[in-house]
């Protein structure tokens, strides 16, 4: 099969680099254009010396003549980029995966207040598909627009999927306590994440409203049916962790399906047995979702540089709480390498193709 | 006034270097002995080198008769040692403070339960005062035998404290996401809190069930006079963060006095600002508790090296749940800091000498 | 080809897991045995969750009848194990890479002294290979018993190397300032290694004596041709940087050949430009070392989980001191990436067979 | 007495915190005024939140009217700032204590060439004293203008001292190998010095050269008395440690005095227990150098946070080479507490005032 050709907008940033780590070794796609306008012609291993031996390109002036002799463009690209560029593609017969938030969220009002700006082309958000390969497989596989999730909507709905899909949770008093290395905060020259102002610290941040409750919640309420049974209520407090890579996402909610202020409550009872059995099955074909055994405290470095979420189910002292914990490498599972997963469903390919890699650990 | 003489039993742990540094340049205090049976004979700066010119001691045999000539005696050892020594200290008139969980939990079967022995002194778990100044100064002014509390108690009793008391939160699902520094793991030499285990790497840790849940709840229940309102229900995780020194308690909480399930519920509703002004006010003549403005995210190396503890409310979105963030050094507030805090209260010294330290940022 | 059945023998160590990340994914090999005496039993993932999903082999008791039916054993064990068992597996043909240090050194009068014991087959130390391919290819490719170098001789030997050969150095004062993260020092359970102790913190170890000196010396003496040209004279000294990956080693040198004190000094003059250009002939061929440009400052993190080693030249302000600067991840070229380095070597297979790896970067 | 009225210029970067975090609590001073361009209007404590309930003070515009009121100003700016304003306040009584570079070296060319700019006030520099109390404690008690030295210059500078002093080195090939925490980089927004660039690696830096060289040559030079034994040769190669706060100087050489080249070598020997004697008797009335019994290897973190430089001497496997290992934080010693020394000094308060701060550990 002929190569896929790839480009990719903007790779000057940490999801840029780590897609080009990963594309490097992918044995089916041909990397044809990196773009930056303020790196244009420098050799991209000069700005990413990891990369002298594996990458011979240089980055280049954006130019949608020249991307559109690709099949396929990721944008790793500040939020509000790909908007501008997309249409163009599209209509050229390009597929195209944003990495950033432009196409993540249907309700384009709501779109518009977290991200303060106007957003240029709704008509592609209705027709993009949101790239979360254990919901939406199918139609990532027709897509040509895919919205690749956030980091932290990565690790929370695929922790919370199988409790809200089957309907075991009070909806009413969901929190989702999240911690992410600081890769998160991108590669900006910013006072705040220097090695000095970061590290030996821990702090939340954004607790009053962050970008990524929007995207959380409308996962959610897709997965509570929420037309049938009510929005669900998420309070999502993100922390900043002392290190590079690696979300953990603390995820807590009560047995017992219905709005507790809406009257529905039920408060059955689900042993942690049933939970964890919930878990294996929901996800025992996918191959990037590792339910650990019962008991278990996964660590972030266990999936370093891979592309695997590691999910832990708990009821603490028995009660009617349950605790799950979800841990990702926001910048594979949650940014670079879900984009190639859809990439390799959207083409047709092994779905692990060039995502086979062993965490690094330690 | 003559200087108090002070015996430090166990002094090579974290807690003990951190009371050595406190009590170094502490102005009232004369350290008297310090033990550790591994260590006796050895100078303590040849342990620890940052108390060179600071410190002329060796550590030195426990012994009880040698104790007795101290005004005060500090336990700084693992959980199970005070207790076969108080006795007879106290009855010698020496006053305690125990900084480890022997005397923490009123209730002896919950007590033997968590921590896996018989306790060999029941009658003075009955007369010890816990030792939170921040509940408890007048008690501390009297007592012989100080329980301090343990690092994650300090930090979530003093973020939960005012909300409780004022009766403003519904008391059947409280979540307490707590993260600490390594140094809460002390300095025992185990695999797991190896650099190379336990940086650049998250996780969560006891989630079933850990130690300073039966201590939390008893603080909350205290604080929401359980025996008309019943127990308070709460769901602690301890999360290990790869720095040396800190704990964050990001706390969750729903407005509305009552048991949901005992059908008590009063949705009622408060508004930020009255929250903000009742920390405010608790905290108001309290030395070692800052309240942030609104909208703060408290970091945890704000507090670094000081017995301070800063708090910050916040209410996400106007809806009805609340989250406090507070933090602490875990190895000074959360241990000898408070120690000497209360030591300070207990000998009518300046609750402050000592302790006057400006954070270390960065 | 049949693919190579293959042994570790002690695989609990960062060396050891390194080598099952690497082996994992190698496309010529088969492992057939992991052993682990006091791990017996248990699943390798359940101790390495990173190899879940990719490996599924059981620890087993060390047995020699067992690792006869490899072709190539792996040994990652302490030192002074392998001697043991070597001689029974090559006497049986099978071909042994030992990670540890009982085969480098051929002088067993001074391995024994260094070692602290006495060395049980001196007559294998005489056939082994020294396993640096950029010296001894050869040599390896007709080995049955390797030395796999250790990390710190790895980045020095290649560093100083062209120099040395080439006759450009006074070989009277040589430096090798070398700085190595914690993972150096081994998983085992240790009060320095503990992240409290080792993080925020850098320190120089062993000044008086580190048992990689008369590895390095070895080395050096062999390029200098020292039966005609004199032993080298060598300062080494190792550091330990608050990391987990990466060495660096900072090499100093006079230009000038000779003895100062022999009185032979030939102070010559060598541009930097004619010293850039001899290392990169040198290296032209070589997979695993690349010649930085002039002026660059390699970064450990360059080659994080990656078997290259990356080198830099310079001479200061135009004196007539050279100085190099070598990165290695020190469990990768400077352990198990190496051996099997080594292992493609001596079974004819890519040099770059599962070591063609981008580095993790950020 | 009446306390010392001090101003501070420019007070946002590190210098400038650590300068903030020693006055606070120290015992004859008071903070008249802070200026900051950028924050002017700002409460310090907003910015530095560890300074809350310890300094109550805005930040203001520069203005060296108001600065004539104070009794001392430090400068804690970039360079090239202090110069500017230091003629005006030293015509007007007031005392400088420069933490930047602008005083510290004599030869105005080899300044203007190092720093690329101008030197506007090269009569001052003449006048001023450079602030190594080791050396110079005398002068600076007279001195209106005091050059405070570099962090790198002290740590190297008073681990050669007692060699140089004693003519115990060839001073033809003196080697600082020297490794700091990323703080000594400054607060400034910049990407190498993002947490996510700069931990887990290691990395030497402008080895080509770095400003401080000429800084440390000019003291070395001091020390051998060059204008009749000739000028040092100092190789020096500064690398960054993932860490925030430390600086170790690993100082080599060989014994014997003389410049090779000149002929003068005089291999003389002298044993490891008489230079160990030398240091310590050097030292021995030195409130801020502990010289650690032979054969030790000091941490950066056992002077965290303190003004104390600790020293160990090795000599490695009896050869002719001395090792110096000398370590600081560079924030205190290597800035901000040797600027609170020399203020005592200078106003001959008890050199310890304000100092006596026990280091942070762990």
Redesign the interface.
């Known amino acids: 099969m002929a190569k896929i050709k790839v480009g990719i907008v903007g790779g000057t940033g940490?999801t840029g680099?780590e897609l080009l780590?990963l594309l490097?070794?992918h044995p089916d796609v041909v990397l044809q254009v990196i773009t930056s306008r303020s790196e244009s012609g420098l050799p991209v291993k000069d700005l990413?010396?990891?990369?002298?031996?594996?990458l011979n390109i240089e980055f280049s002036e954006p130019d949608v003549s020249t991307l559109k002799n690709c099949d396929l463009v990721f944008f790793a690209t500040p939020n509000g980029i790909a908007m501008k560029m997309v249409p163009e593609l599209i209509e050229a017969g390009v597929k195209v995966i944003d990495l950033a938030a432009d196409f993540r969220i249907k309700d384009i009002k709501v779109w518009e207040q977290w991200y303060g700006m106007e957003h240029t082309c709704p008509d592609y958000v209705e027709q993009a598909v949101y790239g979360l390969p254990e919901v939406n497989r199918e139609a990532i596989r027709q897509a040509n627009l895919i919205a690749n999730p956030g980091c932290y909507p990565t690790a929370v709905q695929l922790g919370f999927l199988p409790l809200i899909e089957n309907k075991l949770l009070n909806t009413d008093?969901l929190?989702a306590?999240c911690?992410s290395?600081?890769?998160g905060a991108g590669?900006?020259?910013?006072?705040g994440?220097?090695?000095?102002?970061?590290?030996?610290?821990?702090?939340?941040?954004a607790?009053?409203?962050h970008r990524h409750?929007p995207e959380i919640s409308q996962g959610l309420d897709i997965f509570n049916d929420s037309a049938n049974n009510g929005n669900v209520?998420l309070?999502?407090?993100p922390?900043l962790?002392?290190?590079?890579?690696?979300i953990?996402a603390?995820l807590?909610g009560?047995i017992g399906y219905g709005k507790?202020?809406h009257g529905k409550i039920n408060?059955g009872s689900v042993s942690l047995t049933e939970i964890q059995s919930l878990f294996e099955q929901r996800y025992a074909n996918e191959p990037f979702v590792?339910v650990?055994p019962a008991?278990s405290?996964?660590?972030?470095?266990?999936?370093?540089?891979?592309n695997?979420c590691?999910i832990a189910v708990?009821q603490?002292?028995g009660?009617d709480?349950i605790?799950v914990?979800s841990?990702i490498d926001n910048l594979v599972k949650g940014a670079a390498g879900q984009a190639v997963q859809n990439m390799n469903i959207a083409f047709d390919l092994d779905e692990n193709a060039g995502l086979?890699?062993?965490?690094?650990?330690?």
């Open positions: 940490y680099v780590r490097a070794n990413f010396p990891n990369l002298r031996d594996h008093f929190v306590d911690k290395g600081v890769s590669r900006g020259a910013n006072v994440t220097l090695l000095c102002e970061s590290s030996e610290s821990f702090k939340a941040y607790v009053p409203g409750l209520d309070t999502f407090v922390h962790v002392p290190m590079i890579r690696g953990q603390t807590y009560k507790i202020r408060s590792d650990l008991g405290h996964p660590e972030t470095r266990t999936v370093k540089g891979s695997m590691r708990h603490p002292q009660s709480t605790v914990l841990v086979n890699i062993v965490p690094l650990m330690p």
